[in-house]
């Protein structure tokens, strides 16, 4: 999981604005994840993407968005459209079908 | 929708004794069941996993054993120590859907001296 990178470390928002989080991955693997961990609570899919301009809704996707141009990226933009974004966000990547591993994460705090 | 049910949701040990975390899942096809270990702060790391096609895998002081037809699975670990205190969090991948996995709502595991 060294090679799965995540920036910030933390992020502060102000009511209605968007946020991108970065998730980058030097492994070469296919699949990449986004989940959010809300305090004493498992990890939510909010997408994910297998291949590369391809990417699925998971569980939580509304007033999130992300992009997949390259292989080695996958960014996450909440949207003022999430009302109750503050979470911690963690990325995940894995060869196709395989065990995932997982970045540092981002602390995302609205203001 | 698919679920994965986790219990306890927190467990005290003394050093030295076994600990015990159990899991069950809802889709029969899952055939990939991993456990991650998260420390405070910090990003869940994979302890162990299991693919269907074995009953039980060891490593060390952590083993895991998996029943397909009951449709659960649980962690044991050995001789534990104050460095196991953790959150752990079991999962089952849904089949066909691209390495998706459905977690566990995590067992906080406190081991004291």
């Known amino acids: 999981d060294g090679g799965i990178t995540q920036s910030p470390k933390y992020l502060f928002r102000k009511e209605g604005q968007n946020v991108t989080l970065s998730c980058e991955q030097n492994l070469n693997h296919d699949a990449m994840y986004w989940y959010r961990q809300d305090p004493g609570q498992g990890l939510r899919l909010i997408y994910y993407s297998q291949i590369v301009n391809d990417f699925q809704k998971g569980d939580i996707a509304e007033g999130y968005s992300v992009s997949r141009e390259k292989k080695e990226s996958f960014p996450l933009t909440v949207t003022s459209a999430q009302k109750n974004p503050t979470a911690f966000y963690l990325c995940?990547?894995?060869?196709?079908?395989?065990?995932?591993?997982f970045g540092p994460g981002t602390r995302l705090t609205v203001l | 929708g698919e679920n994965v049910e986790q219990h306890p949701s927190t467990l005290s040990v003394q050093e030295g004794d076994s600990a015990v975390i159990k899991c069950t899942y809802s889709?029969?096809?899952?055939?990939?069941f991993p456990w991650y270990k998260q420390e405070l702060g910090k990003r869940p790391q994979l302890i162990i996993d299991i693919r269907s096609n074995v009953g039980e895998k060891k490593d060390q002081r952590i083993a895991v054993t998996l029943n397909k037809t009951a449709k659960h699975f649980s962690l044991h670990i050995t001789e534990t120590q104050p460095e196991d205190s953790a959150v752990y969090f079991c999962?089952?991948?849904?089949?066909?859907?691209?390495?998706?996995?459905?977690f566990g709502q995590g067992t906080e595991l406190s081991v004291k001296p």
């Open positions: 995940a990547s894995s060869p196709q079908e395989d065990t995932q591993y």
């Open positions: 889709d029969s096809a899952s055939n990939y």
């Open positions: 999962a089952a991948n849904i089949y066909n859907q691209g390495g998706k996995l459905i």
